[in-house]
C-alpha cells in the first residue's frame, strides 16, 4: 500500500512518495506498539518526525510536483504540563487554494489527569486522523460541499414563481386578485422584452423605472392605482431578498406617487338616517346585517363566519373564535338592547339551526356561507340608487357605530374591547372623524365665562 501514491500526488516520484509514506506507516506501527506496552515516550516520535518533514521540505522545493493532499497528524504536549490543554494538529490543502494549507487543531480533554492516560488519547487521536486522511478525507472539501449554491444566478421568471407561491400561502383572500393581477403584468412585460432569463441578481433600478413608466402609459392608470402597484413591487422583491434570490431592491428608488387618499369614515346622521331607512324599505335581510355591524362593531368578514352557536342570548353575549377574528385572538361581544332586537326579529321570521350561519346564503340563516363581496356588493347598489358614493361603503356603518356610542357617553375601554383593539389610540381615531361636530353633551358642559 505504501508504493501507491497518494491521491494529488499524481505525476511526483513514486520512490520519494512511497520513501514518505513508508516513514508515516513506521510512526503509526511505532504509536501502536507504545500504546500496547503503555509507554509515552514524545521526545522518539518527533524523532522520527523529522525525518518526514525533511522529505516534505524537499517535496515543497521540486515545482514538478503537484502539491500533497495534507501533512500528517502530530501532536503538543505543553512540555508535560497538565494544567495546559494538549492538542493534535494537521494540516489540509485548500481546495482550489493553487498549493494553500490549512491547519486543523483539536484539543484533548483536560479529563485525562495523567500524563499516561493524556499521551495514549494523543496516540489514538493520531493514528485516528492520520488514517482518515491517508483514507482521501479532508473536512474542507466536505464543508464546501454542504454550502448551498447562491441563487443569485437564478433566472427572474423562475424566482418570481417562487415568490408567488409563498406569497400565496401567506396571503389574505382579499389580496389574492391584487397578486395575482401583478404577477400576471410582470411576467408578461418580462417575456415581452426577453429580460425572462437575466439573472434575478441583474434586474436594477434602469429596469424598474423602465417597467414602471410602461406600465404608466401603456395602461393609463391613476395615481392610487400606480401607487398601489409601486408597493405591491416592492413587497415581490423583499420576498426575492428574503429568498436570497437578489441583495438588493431595485423597485424601492422608483418615484412616490402623490394622490389624495380616501379615508374610510363615519357617516353624518342624516346620510346615516336616509340610507337607513331606505334599506329597510327595500332589503330587510340587508338591514339587518348593517345592524350588525352599527351595534356589534363586528367586521363584514367575521360577521360572514359567523354562527348561531357562537351566540349565547341567555348571558348577553357572543364569543367570536380567533380563527374567524381579524387579529387571531379570541373575542366577546355584548349584546346591547339595539343587538338584541335584530336577533329576536332574526328568530322570529327564519327557521334557525345551531350550525347555521346568522347571515348565510343570500343574507339569510343557512348552511351555505357566502362571500362577504356579495353583501358589499348589495349594499353598493342601494347607496348608488339614493345617487349616495364613496366613502360610505358598507364598513362605514361599524365606524359609525362606533363614533355614536363614543357621542353618546359609552365608556372608551368598553368600546375597545367590543371592536376587538387592543389600546385606545384607534378609538381615539374613530373619535376625531373629518366633518363629524362633537356630540350634544359637549355644548352642554362647555363652561361660559
Known amino acids: 500500500?505504501?508504493?501507491?501514491?497518494?491521491?494529488?500526488?499524481?505525476?511526483?516520484?513514486?520512490?520519494?512518495?512511497?520513501?514518505?509514506?513508508?516513514?508515516?506507516?513506521?510512526?503509526?506501527?511505532?504509536?501502536?506498539?507504545?500504546?500496547?506496552?503503555?509507554?509515552?515516550?514524545?521526545?522518539?516520535?518527533?524523532?522520527?518526525?523529522?525525518?518526514?518533514?525533511?522529505?516534505?521540505?524537499?517535496?515543497?522545493?521540486?515545482?514538478?510536483?503537484?502539491?500533497?493532499?495534507?501533512?500528517?497528524?502530530?501532536?503538543?504536549?505543553?512540555?508535560?504540563?497538565?494544567?495546559?490543554?494538549?492538542?493534535?494538529?494537521?494540516?489540509?490543502?485548500i481546495p482550489n487554494s493553487d498549493g494553500k494549507y490549512e491547519t486543523k487543531t483539536h484539543y484533548i480533554s483536560m479529563h485525562f489527569k495523567t500524563k499516561r492516560n493524556r499521551m495514549q488519547e494523543l496516540n489514538r487521536q493520531i493514528r485516528y486522523y492520520n488514517e482518515k486522511l491517508y483514507s482521501g478525507w479532508n473536512p474542507l472539501k466536505i464543508q464546501d460541499e454542504n454550502k448551498k449554491p447562491s441563487k443569485l444566478n437564478t433566472p427572474i421568471l423562475e424566482a418570481l414563481q417562487t415568490a408567488?407561491?409563498?406569497?400565496?400561502?401567506?396571503?389574505?383572500?382579499?389580496?389574492?386578485?391584487?397578486?395575482?393581477?401583478?404577477?400576471?403584468?410582470?411576467?408578461?412585460?418580462?417575456?415581452?422584452?426577453?429580460?425572462?432569463?437575466?439573472?434575478a441578481q441583474l434586474i436594477?433600478?434602469?429596469?424598474?423605472?423602465?417597467?414602471?413608466?410602461?406600465?404608466?402609459?401603456?395602461?393609463?392608470?391613476?395615481?392610487?392605482?400606480?401607487?398601489?402597484?409601486r408597493a405591491v413591487a416592492i413587497t415581490f422583491w423583499n420576498m426575492l431578498k428574503q429568498h436570497r434570490f437578489v441583495k438588493d431592491n431595485p423597485?424601492?428608488?422608483?418615484?412616490?406617487?402623490?394622490?389624495?387618499?380616501?379615508?374610510?369614515?363615519g357617516m353624518d346622521p342624516v346620510t346615516r338616517d336616509r340610507i337607513k331607512t331606505f334599506i329597510q324599505e327595500k332589503d330587510p335581510d340587508l338591514y339587518n346585517y348593517i345592524l350588525f355591524e352599527y351595534y356589534g362593531f363586528i367586521r363584514p368578514n367575521e360577521l360572514s363566519f359567523l354562527k348561531f352557536n357562537m351566540v349565547d342570548?341567555?348571558?348577553?353575549?357572543?364569543?367570536?373564535?380567533?380563527?374567524?377574528?381579524?387579529?387571531?385572538?379570541?373575542?366577546?361581544?355584548?349584546?346591547?338592547?339595539?343587538?338584541?332586537?335584530?336577533?329576536?326579529?332574526?328568530?322570529?321570521?327564519?327557521?334557525?339551526?345551531?350550525?347555521?350561519?346568522?347571515?348565510?346564503?343570500?343574507?339569510?340563516?343557512?348552511?351555505?356561507?357566502?362571500?362577504?363581496?356579495y353583501a358589499s356588493a348589495r349594499y353598493r347598489a342601494l347607496r348608488n340608487e339614493l345617487g349616495i358614493g364613496y366613502p360610505n361603503v358598507l364598513y362605514s356603518w361599524k365606524y359609525t357605530g362606533i363614533q355614536d356610542h363614543l357621542n353618546a357617553g359609552c365608556n372608551p375601554y368598553d368600546i375597545a374591547r367590543q371592536s376587538g383593539h387592543n389600546d385606545?389610540?384607534?378609538?381615539?381615531?374613530?373619535?376625531?372623524?373629518?366633518?363629524?361636530?362633537?356630540s350634544k353633551e359637549f355644548s352642554l358642559k362647555a363652561p361660559i365665562i
Open 1 to 93: 500500500k505504501a508504493g501507491v501514491p497518494q491521491k494529488g500526488t499524481e505525476g511526483s516520484n513514486p520512490s520519494l512518495s512511497a520513501r514518505i509514506l513508508h516513514k508515516l506507516l513506521i510512526v503509526n506501527i511505532l504509536f501502536t506498539y507504545f500504546e500496547g506496552q503503555k509507554i509515552g515516550n514524545p521526545n522518539f516520535v518527533k524523532i522520527c518526525y523529522l525525518f518526514f518533514d525533511f522529505d516534505r521540505r524537499r517535496i515543497q522545493k521540486n515545482r514538478s510536483m503537484s502539491f500533497p493532499p495534507y501533512y500528517p497528524c502530530k501532536f503538543n504536549d505543553c512540555g508535560g504540563d497538565l494544567s495546559k490543554n494538549w492538542y493534535v494538529y494537521y494540516r489540509v490543502l
Open 164 to 199: 408567488y407561491k409563498y406569497r400565496m400561502r401567506n396571503v389574505k383572500s382579499d389580496s389574492i386578485r391584487t397578486y395575482d393581477n401583478f404577477f400576471r403584468i410582470i411576467t408578461g412585460w418580462l417575456k415581452k422584452n426577453k429580460y425572462h432569463r437575466i439573472p
Open 204 to 229: 436594477n433600478e434602469d429596469h424598474a423605472l423602465e417597467w414602471f413608466y410602461w406600465i404608466e402609459e401603456s395602461r393609463k392608470l391613476s395615481n392610487r392605482t400606480l401607487a398601489n402597484y
Open 251 to 265: 423597485f424601492e428608488q422608483l418615484p412616490k406617487i402623490k394622490f389624495r387618499r380616501l379615508k374610510w369614515r
Open 313 to 373: 342570548l341567555d348571558n348577553g353575549y357572543i364569543k367570536l373564535p380567533a380563527e374567524i377574528c381579524k387579529d387571531s385572538e379570541d373575542r366577546c361581544i355584548v349584546i346591547s338592547k339595539g343587538l338584541m332586537d335584530v336577533f329576536e326579529s332574526i328568530i322570529e321570521k327564519y327557521t334557525i339551526d345551531p350550525e347555521f350561519y346568522v347571515f348565510g346564503w343570500k343574507l339569510k340563516p343557512s348552511k351555505k356561507h357566502y362571500d362577504r363581496r
Open 424 to 438: 385606545l389610540e384607534m378609538i381615539m381615531h374613530y373619535s376625531n372623524p373629518d366633518g363629524i361636530p362633537a
